[in-house]
């Protein structure tokens, strides 16, 4: 086996950061502490196989790289180098694909990634806030609690009807028994909603516990923990929205230049089904590298797929595993891999280095005194409660209307049944 390992340097931070003085530092030093956490685990696999290092360097600028696309049978970027023998290993973590696989033997897993989707985020702090009032409970449970109320109203007014039969009284109208199922819903009982029946008085007891004391009760709790909660300011929660989002043409999805693996397993994935669907009425916006692709997001209304190791994430989906990807002999593939199990302890170290670290010597630490402090709890603003003001202003509102309607009513109409005067 050779003792030299020619390995491809491209200017790709987080994975090779060349703002050291020498490119590559192959070590991390006082100087340069951060060389590239791709480098310092491909550096210390090389020492532990004692290779010394032919370094070869991929032209390009600073995060400007081409992993490598396919065109007419020939690698271009990247793996460019490995397809031509020009090197053995390139300094770049690869994900593993069916096309890759046809032409490369990878190493073992390294390390496991998610990928991301970059998106700007939404100014839509009122127009969330005006639902917040509804947040304790999703839709179809509205609809559940609206129709259990019309239930109990018709079930009152006929066991009503029945027992004023029984009592031969005229007693209370449908109205009025309603009027009164509702004012207990509102937590003020009224004594003309008695029943002196078995069956009225075990509906009433049903509607309390259900109505009052389950749905009304877990509302107020769950309430004040939904305006106490940080407004979502991202257009889709998951992938499925985002794909329905592009199919709509509200967003429209943005594809880098630069070989990355993801758009390539959209082209032939099962899994990405729906998201070729949904660029065949919305295709790609197309840019040159992550940097421009960052720029046109703030723009305006599109949507990035990118993985975590890139310097940027906003929400995660299925993960996948960044590999080295080389063409050396498979007798020196099976020592390669050896070591990266062997090293994992660095490299979950390096990882923690790089990413969760954040640049730093050491992770802060995430933990807060607990002093019993009063200043820590969130400040409810108008924004905040806003949902809430907007109840108010529909009942102010349309108090004025009913109470136009009950004149016309009563002047107009009870005055024919009744024969009271006019007002």
């Known amino acids: ?116 989707l970059n998106v700007r985020e939404i100014d839509a702090t009122g127009e969330i806030s005006i639902w917040d009032a509804m947040k304790p409970y999703q839709n179809p449970v509205w609809g559940i609690f609206l129709a259990s109320l019309a239930l109990q ?28 199922l509702i004012a207990y819903q509102l937590m003020q009982y009224q004594e003309s909603l008695n029943f002196f029946s078995n069956a009225g008085r075990f509906l009433l007891i049903i509607f309390g516990v259900g109505h009052l004391i389950l749905f009304l009760g877990l509302y107020q709790s769950y309430l004040i923990s939904a305006l106490l909660q940080d407004t979502v300011t991202l257009p889709f ?11 709509d043409g509200h967003y429209q999805a943005v594809k880098i230049q630069n070989g990355n693996w993801i758009f390539s397993d959209i082209e032939v994935s099962p899994f990405f089904e729906s998201m070729r669907s949904a660029l065949k009425l919305n295709p790609w916006a197309t840019v040159k590298d992550s940097f421009a692709g960052i720029d046109l997001l703030e723009t305006g209304k599109y949507v990035m797929f990118n993985q975590i190791d890139a310097y940027s994430a906003l929400y995660v989906f299925p993960k996948n595993r960044p590999i080295f990807s080389s063409s050396v002999a498979p007798e020196f593939l099976a020592k390669f891999n050896k070591q990266i199990i062997m090293q994992q302890s660095f490299i979950l170290r390096t990882y ?58 009563f002047k107009f109409v009870a005055r024919k049944v009744t024969g009271r005067p006019k007002l």
């Not at 929660?237 to 199919?247: G, P």
Request: some cysteine; hydrophobic content about 45%.
């Open 1 to 116: 086996m050779s003792s030299k390992i020619r390995i491809l340097f491209p200017r790709n931070p987080p994975d090779v950061f060349d703002d050291c003085k020498e490119f590559p530092t192959y070590a991390p030093t006082i100087e340069c502490l951060f060389p590239g956490w791709t480098l310092e685990i491909i550096m210390t696999i090389s020492q532990a196989l004692q290779l010394t290092v032919e370094p070869v360097f991929m032209e390009g600028a600073v995060g400007e790289v081409n992993w490598g696309t396919l065109a007419n049978g020939s690698w271009e970027g990247a793996l460019q180098y490995l397809q031509q023998d020009k090197v053995d290993v390139i300094a770049l973590l690869f994900q593993q694909t069916d096309v890759r696989a046809q032409y490369f033997d990878y190493s073992y897993p390294v390390t496991y990634i998610q990928q991301v």
């Open 153 to 180: 109203a018709v079930a009152l007014i006929f066991v009503k009807k029945v027992e004023n039969r029984l009592d031969g009284i005229q007693g209370d109208s449908c109205w009025e028994t309603v009027w009164n």
């Open 237 to 247: 929660k998951d992938l499925n929205e985002m794909i329905q989002s592009v199919s």
């Open 352 to 409: 923690n280095k790089y990413f969760d670290s954040g640049f730093k010597l050491s992770r802060r630490s995430d933990c807060h005194e607990s002093s019993g402090n009063t200043g820590d709890f969130k400040v409810l603003g108008v924004m905040d409660c806003i949902g809430l003001f907007v109840v108010l202003l529909i009942g102010w509102a349309a108090a004025p209307f009913v109470f136009i309607a009950e004149i016309f009513v």
